[in-house]
Each structure stands twice: as structure tokens, then as C-alpha cells.
T-cell receptor, first 111, second 112 residues
Framework: DSGVTQTPKHLITATGQRVTLRCSPRSGDLSVYWYQQSLDQGLQFLIQYYNGEERAKGNILERFSAQQFPDLHSELNLSSLELGDSALYFC??????????FGEGSRLTVL | GENVEQHPSTLSVQEGDSAVIKCTYSDSASNYFPWYKQELGKRPQLIIDIRSNVGEKKDQRIAVTLNKTAKHFSLHITETQPEDSAVYFCAASSGSWGKFQFGAGTQVVVTP
């Protein structure tokens, strides 16, 4: 157990819909990262937050948005979903510039 | 921004042989280089890491080397075992102010 909690574990929805993925970082970790992993693909960096502020942005689509709340949990919002958005979405947290601890992931299936 | 290239994309080795995976990075500000192992359907987990002030680090059968001048780092697995079969990702980071960028991954298959 990494200490990073992601919900839901699985999510099935239809094209055009909107979903929210939630992440609770390890206690004390200020940084939260979101990654997308499509089937047999690598870890595509989406966005990073540090203590509530957006710190770095990767290849995140305009249909996607995220935020980190004062209690440090983070949410990734995916809207106008397309078939190609089906993937495993990982959240990871770290203290500062050290090891990333990954959650178990949220598997999104768009039908 | 940081770009990390990883080779090879797949690697098949006989049990007991060594495996080497290489990565290059572009951002000279990167100072932290971890390696993650991801088994099928599971989360990536750190297996070893190295910082820019160190040239080599070992942990039992695995080792990582870093060449800052050439901007490349490598993972070495000796005496491979079937349980080493997984996808391995390298990554580079310049700290909490920068992206934590991963390579594309290497599928390692260890055959008995």
C-alpha cells in the first residue's frame, strides 16, 4: 500500500459524459501528479499541483481540468468524453523532489 | 521542457543473463533519476533512484549509472529471474518546480 488513495477504481461511462476522479495523497505530501496510461502505453504526464497551486502542465487536453484542494486532495475532471479517453489514470504524490508514490489507478472505460 | 527517451522498447533475456535499459534526458536542470517497475495491471513502484551528485548506485541485483555530461542514465539488472519480467520506466525530474517526465517504458521478458 503506497498510501495514495484513488477513487473510483473502475468507471464505465458513455461518450460525451463527464467524470471526476479523486486522489488523496500520502499524509504530508504536498505534490500531486496526474498521469494517463492508455493500453500498452507509457505514463503520459498530465498535470502537477504543489500545495494547492498548479506547478507544471503536460499534455493535458482542454476538456480535462484538475485542482488541488486545501486539504491537499486532488480531483481530475474529464468532460465531453471520447472513446480515446479510455485509460488508466494514475495519481501520484511526493514530499518535494523525491520518490513518487502511485495510487492503484482509476480505470476509465468510455463506451 | 524535459524529454526522456528510453531504449529498447522490448527486451527478452534468458534467466540468469543481464539486462540493460538506457535513457537520455534533455533538461540539464534535471537532478533526480528514478526507475520504476510496473507489473501487469498494477501501479508503478520505485526500484532504485539516483541523484545528479552520484555516478552509480547499487541495490543487490540492480544498479543505475548516470552520465551527466552525456545526459544519459542506465538500469542494469544482473542474474535476471522470471519475477523480473515487467515494464520498466525511467524518469527525470528537476524537483518540485518541474515536471516528472517518464520514458516510454521497456517491456522486459525473462525466459526460464
Amino acid at each position: 500500500d503506497s498510501g495514495v488513495t484513488q477513487t473510483p477504481k473502475h468507471l464505465i461511462t458513455a461518450t460525451g459524459q463527464r467524470v471526476t476522479l479523486r486522489c488523496s495523497p500520502r499524509s504530508g505530501d504536498l505534490s500531486v501528479y496526474w498521469y494517463q496510461q492508455s493500453l500498452d502505453q507509457g505514463l503520459q504526464f498530465l498535470i502537477q499541483y504543489y500545495n494547492g497551486e498548479e506547478r507544471a502542465k503536460g499534455n493535458i487536453l482542454e476538456r480535462f481540468s484538475a485542482q488541488q484542494f486545501p486539504d491537499l486532495h486532488s480531483e481530475l475532471n474529464l468532460s465531453s468524453l471520447e472513446l480515446g479517453d479510455s485509460a488508466l489514470y494514475f495519481c501520484a504524490s511526493s514530499v518535494a523532489d523525491g520518490e513518487l508514490f502511485f495510487g492503484e489507478g482509476s480505470r476509465l472505460t468510455v463506451l | 521542457g524535459e524529454n526522456v527517451e528510453q531504449h529498447p522498447s522490448t527486451l527478452s533475456v534468458q534467466e540468469g543473463d543481464s539486462a540493460v535499459i538506457k535513457c537520455t534526458y534533455s533538461d540539464s536542470a534535471s537532478n533526480y533519476f528514478p526507475w520504476y517497475k510496473q507489473e501487469l495491471g498494477k501501479r508503478p513502484q520505485l526500484i532504485i533512484d539516483i541523484r545528479s551528485n552520484v555516478g552509480e548506485k547499487k541495490d543487490q541485483r540492480i544498479a543505475v549509472t548516470l552520465n551527466k555530461t552525456a545526459k544519459h542514465f542506465s538500469l542494469h539488472i544482473t542474474e535476471t529471474q522470471p519475477e523480473d519480467s515487467a515494464v520498466y520506466f525511467c524518469a527525470a525530474s528537476s524537483g518540485s518546480w518541474g515536471k516528472f517526465q517518464f520514458g516510454a517504458g521497456t517491456q522486459v521478458v525473462v525466459t526460464p
